[in-house]
């Protein structure tokens, strides 16, 4: 079955510190990946996404995310964070052929929340 | 992206009553979905919104308990219906232009039930 692992429930780091979120896929072909960051009391908020081409994307804030095909693996990674990077941080994955409605269906991780220290 | 704005906001509800929260976004888009946040959880897909049909629930979900209208490709709303406090939750609206695409989400409703 398909699905989406992110190993780390909580991280903490420095500000100025750098940071890595890992997320692992099960799925049977490359689908399409993405980052979302969730503030509190906000909505969910793109990051950053993979379909195709170049494995190192470049999202909002300063953040990347490399796509690692042989550890089915989409890390998340932010050279220097922020106080303001505080949040939890969400890894999804767009798969075909396997909604209730037999289109698309976007499966999300468990969210990894990122504490910031000063 | 789209603009999403979902409404209410936030809320809070007497047991057994219902709730209707909306959904507008500022253009056309391929597919609607409802998702359910609970405290400190990931995202859980209640139903995607068909325009014109019945929205397609997901396992656990049920028409009955969370009733879904799409009426055109700019809105849609869910209901949630005789409410318990297990219903607290978050409740989010997202938007996909076509498939593949990322979704994109409104703010939120926030649900609290006594």
């Known amino acids: 079955a398909q699905s989406v692992t992110q190993p780390d429930i909580h991280i903490t780091v420095s500000e100025g510190a750098s940071l890595e979120l890992r997320c692992n896929y099960s799925?049977?072909?490359?689908?399409?990946l993405f980052w979302y960051v969730q503030s509190p009391g906000q909505g969910l908020q793109l990051l950053l996404k993979y379909f195709s081409g170049d494995t190192l994307v470049q999202g909002i804030k300063g953040f990347e995310a490399e796509f690692k095909r042989s550890q089915s693996s989409f890390n998340l990674r932010k050279p220097s964070v922020h106080w303001s990077d505080a949040a939890e941080y969400f890894c999804?994955?767009?798969?075909?052929?396997?909604?209730?409605?037999?289109?698309?269906?976007?499966?999300f991780g468990t969210g990894t929340r990122l504490k910031v220290l000063a | 992206s789209a603009v999403i704005s979902q409404k209410p906001s936030r809320d809070i509800c007497q047991r057994g009553t219902s709730l209707t929260i909306q959904c507008q976004v500022d253009s056309q888009v391929t597919m609607m979905f409802w998702y359910r946040q609970q405290p400190g959880q990931s995202l859980t897909l209640i139903a995607t919104?068909?325009?014109?049909?019945?929205?397609?629930?997901e396992s656990g979900f049920v028409i009955d308990k969370f009733p879904i209208s799409r009426p055109n490709l700019t809105f849609s709303t869910l209901t949630v219906s005789n409410m318990s406090p297990e219903d607290s939750s978050i409740y989010l609206c997202?938007?996909?232009?076509?498939?593949?695409?990322?979704?994109?989400f409104g703010d939120g409703t926030r649900l609290s039930i006594l």
């Open positions: 997202s938007v996909v232009r076509q498939e593949g695409q990322p979704q994109h």
């Open positions: 799925y049977g072909a490359t689908p399409y």
């Open positions: 999804a994955v767009g798969v075909a052929g396997f909604s209730s409605s037999g289109t698309y269906k976007y499966i």
């Open positions: 919104a068909n325009q014109g049909s019945e929205a397609t629930y």
